[in-house]
């Protein structure tokens, strides 16, 4: 395997903003500030830049159909700037994939095209974005033309996308990934199976599996025809659901890919579950292949604060991968790209920084509209939320959270400060009893802080797009204990709660919708 591609620690999507979400020109300058000179000094050593949706494209292609072609009067500004800049940066640099790869490469970042293998958008018949390839060919459709299917459902959410059980569809996409490989001196060619995962009716996607098996092993071939030619290896990098089994059972056999080296990169993951996501399986079967395994963040998931992803880099790096994977990351300040990613590749100075480990969120993704119905048809549920029932002692909740850190050895040496437990109700009395164990330990019965104000996350204020930030608040009660005396594992922490009603009428349920671990180490 060539060496140097362990070098990508972080590989960044870029969901192509600066050409859908501009109102005013993008030049090679824009390209140059808003995009590039964000990123040197960070260890961000490929970025994966988004080439369209639904089949339309915002690169200088001549084979698919571009955004705009064949419009003379757009809805939004942004359709009309977008299709203007397109027109403009062909004109004067050769398209904004020529741009960006050649400011790219100057930096010593490796640009791979992102082929989003089937939109899911909710996007309007006549709208630029929606696609002719689609109106011409409603029969290829994963919902069949005049089909009847209840609303909402995951069903109707994944009906407008392609089916690639039909050749005419894997062929026009195959046209396009060619044209990417043959066309530009890139690193290689990223497919993006996860916006959106639903490439099959629901009941034919596992036995079409093969389908999409023969599908990559056309793009391996293609890639080391023109690597050959050019003198390199060029990386297949795909980007699949959060476990083997749910890719498998829309018809994405990752396992299979793996295991006959026909991908070079797998991002396990749409990062939507860091801590609950069962990561250690595609490390365990990529063991003795050429594939790198990355973990997967998501920012509008709720995972921007430092300490939360210190926790999932330290995770992901104690089950054996490779790097991290980011996406929606793209527009983060350069300080933030440098300092914060910084440190989550040095593996030395991450051990003893501070980290919040919690339990994901299945109720994240809980739509079954549009786009957000197809990461619900794909990824498998989290841990929270969980409706809590008055149970017999012995009895109770029983939550895993995994943990990287050796927080044992910390204290051993005497470098840990300390470490909590928090957990966030919505529902609960004041007079109602918490029972909680942690490894099979009491865990002290007084809590050291109990706050009717909620919990709080760090979010994308919207001021900038993906690149300000903010703390937003979630209602509920969040009680606090501390753990500091109960061991704390590396690796599988059981956590078991025992909830008892007290005297209150309760007529709603009591939900647990929050559960955090903060471990602080001693600061030099």
Known sequence: MDISRKNRLIISNDDGWIMSNMTGPVTPETIASMM???????????????????????????????????????????????????????????????????????????????????????????????????????????????????????????????????????????????????????????????????????????????????FIRLVRKRLDEVGNQRGKHLDLLVRVPSSLYDAQRIGLDVGEWIKEDLVDIVAAGGGFMPFDQPIREFVEIAEGTNCLIYGSLEALRWTLDEEVLYAAASRFWEAGVDGFYLFNYFNTPREWKTRVLGNMVDRDKLKRLNKQYELDHSDRIASKHAHVGAFRYAEPWASLPVFIEETQPG??????????????????????????????????????????????????????????????????????????????????????????????LKGRNEILLRFTKGESPHFKPVTLAEARLNIAYKQD
Request: glycine residues 12%; proline residues 5%; aromatic residues 12%.
């Open 36 to 214: 590039v000179e964000t990123y040197p000094g960070s260890p961000i050593g490929g970025v994966s830049w988004c080439v369209g949706n639904s089949e339309t494209f915002e690169f200088e292609t001549e084979v698919g159909e571009r955004s705009g072609d064949g419009y003379e009067h757009f809805e939004t500004i942004r359709e009309a700037w977008m299709y203007k800049n397109l027109l403009s940066l062909i004109e004067s640099s050769g398209g904004p994939l020529t741009e960006i790869n050649r400011q790219f490469s100057n930096v010593g970042i490796d640009i791979f095209p992102s082929m989003r293998m089937n939109s899911h958008y909710d996007v309007g018949y006549g709208s630029p974005g929606h696609g002719k390839f689609r109106r011409e060919h409603s029969d290829w459709l994963i919902g069949r033309p005049y089909e009847e299917i209840p609303f909402p459902t995951l069903e109707h959410a994944i009906a407008r996308g392609v089916d690639y059980k039909y050749p005419g569809v894997r062929e026009h996409i195959l046209g396009v990934i060619f044209e990417l490989i043959d066309k530009f001196d890139v690193a290689g060619i990223e497919l993006d199976y996860f916006r959106h995962p639903a490439f099959f009716r629901v009941e034919e996607a596992y036995s079409n599996r093969y389908l999409m098996t023969d």
């Open 395 to 488: 009895g109770g909740v029983a939550l895993t959270l995994d943990i990287g850190d050796d927080v044992e050895g910390a204290k051993k040496e005497g470098s840990l400060e300390g470490c909590k437990l928090s957990l966030g109700f919505v529902g609960i009395a004041e007079d109602d009893e918490l029972d909680v164990k942690l490894n099979g330990k009491d865990v002290p019965q007084e809590p050291s802080e109990v706050s009717e104000n909620g919990w709080r996350y760090t979010a994308f204020d919207g001021q900038v797009y993906h690149t300000t930030m903010s703390t937003r608040a979630v209602e509920g009660k969040l009680i606090t204990f501390d753990v500091t005396e109960v061991p704390i």
